[in-house]
């Protein structure tokens, strides 16, 4: 009889699951449903570009009903997992609950900002982890610049050209360079304002940033950053940040519009409450093969889960080590149909690259360090090809082609978050 296989959560881990069972299974022996509230599947290390506008949004995402040919597509989010009658529940986006029955699950649920106890941060700050949130930031930055040159009151000019990143890891690091590099881009349009005048600040709360990438890499990145005047501090920390004053704990204090919090990521709520064992950081327990300890039929990869990795203990948060295990889990389901031997997951970084704005990016490949527009190149070049379908990698590569010999785009897109408002004021509300 054909299995069932339910995969939650369409990012890497259940893309890649996806498209590997796509090509191995026989027909009849499985049907496979995804499921994931948004009809795409986010290619998260393109956000900081589509932040800083050399990339479109949709071309940044992979459309899953497109890609996903023989497979079932729900737009909704899974709430809850009954592992005894092996039923998962789902809540699409209108209508009763759904109960899809599985005989195998995989959870690759990936993450969400994980928030510490800081007065006015839920209230001021955002995250970057989403595209809503990149899309966001670009025109919130952007408007921050014609509320400056609108002005004369130096506190207001001030404050809006405060820009502050919290957490010096690669996301916070690419998303402060390349929002940094689209602002002193278009600085040329605004002759109200003085380059000087903006003020950009990466608080970390080590004393290194990038503590990811190798040392002469970060060194390498801090160099370029505080080269373009980025203020960066280490060793220090957010103790405050009620009404917009951010308070450091190096005494500083100043005002700022603009709080981004990137001091790290946690398994999103919902994998603490379905019952399965968690690790001291809320990530899913599962065994070299990515079988969750202790089930029969739940498999889990990606940021909710601690994958084992022969190398670092447990796999690092990030695509490359998502892709792989999601193509290992691939061929794990499809030997646990075919009643064979699943295998663990094992895999070798090879390389890894940070985009530090147009031009400039540093990174390591193959044991080779790369920085500048040799990096930049190379980053893109990577990307480009790894996006799955044509269709996409010819969109990113045309966005990136397209946007090589002018500056950014300075369009302030941020009235799209009142769409209703013309029409509300044409019906007298
Ligand atoms: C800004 C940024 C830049 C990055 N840059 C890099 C980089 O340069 N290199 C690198 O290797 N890694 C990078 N990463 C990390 C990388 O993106 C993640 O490690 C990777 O996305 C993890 O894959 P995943 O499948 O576990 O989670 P995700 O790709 O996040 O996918 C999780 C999916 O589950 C869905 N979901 C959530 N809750 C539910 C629910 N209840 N029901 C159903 N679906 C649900 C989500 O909507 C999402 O689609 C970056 C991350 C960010 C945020």
Known sequence: ??????????????????????????RGEAEVTVVNPENFMVYRPL??????GTLEPRHAVVPLRAVLK??????GRLTGVDAQRSVASVEPYAGPSLDLEYDELVLGLGAMS???????????????????????????V?????????????????????????????????????????AVDVLAGYPEIEATEMRWVLVEAMDRILTTVGE??????????????????????????EGGLLQLSDGSKFEADTLVWVAGTRPQALVG??????????????????RVEGTRNIWAAGDCAAVPDQEQGVSPPTAQHAVRQAEQLGDNLVADIRGRQAGPFRYRS????????????????????LDGTLAWAARRAYYATQIPTWNRTIRVLGDWLVGMPYGHDVVDLGSREEPRGAFEEAAGR
């Open 47 to 52: 956000l900081p570009e589509v932040a800083s």
């Open 1 to 26: 009889m054909s299995k069932r296989i339910l995969i939650a959560g369409g990012g890497y881990v259940g893309l890649y699951t996806a498209l590997r069972l796509q090509r191995r299974l026989q």
């Open 114 to 140: 994980k928030l510490m106890p800081v007065p006015g941060l839920a209230d001021c700050g955002i995250g970057f982890n989403s595209l809503a949130e990149a899309v966001y930031l670009r025109d919130h």
């Open 350 to 369: 090879r390389g890894e690259f940070v985009t530090l704005g147009k031009n400039k990016a540093v990174g390591e490949a193959f044991g080779r360090q």
């Open 216 to 241: 002469e890499l970060a060194e390498r990145a801090m160099r370029e950053l505080a080269g373009r005047g980025i203020d960066i501090r280490l060793g220090t920390q957010l103790e405050s940040a």
């Open 70 to 75: 023989g497979t079932r597509f729900v737009a």
């Open 142 to 182: 952007l408007r921050r610049l014609e509320i400056a040159s609108a002005t004369a009151d130096p506190e207001l000019r001030r404050r809006a050209l405060t820009f502050v990143f919290v957490g010096g890891g690669y996301t916070g690091v690419e998303a402060l360079a390349e929002l940094q590099d689209m």
């Open 273 to 290: 409450e379905l019952g399965l064992p968690v690790d001291e950081r809320g990530r899913l327990v599962v065994d070299p093969t990515m």
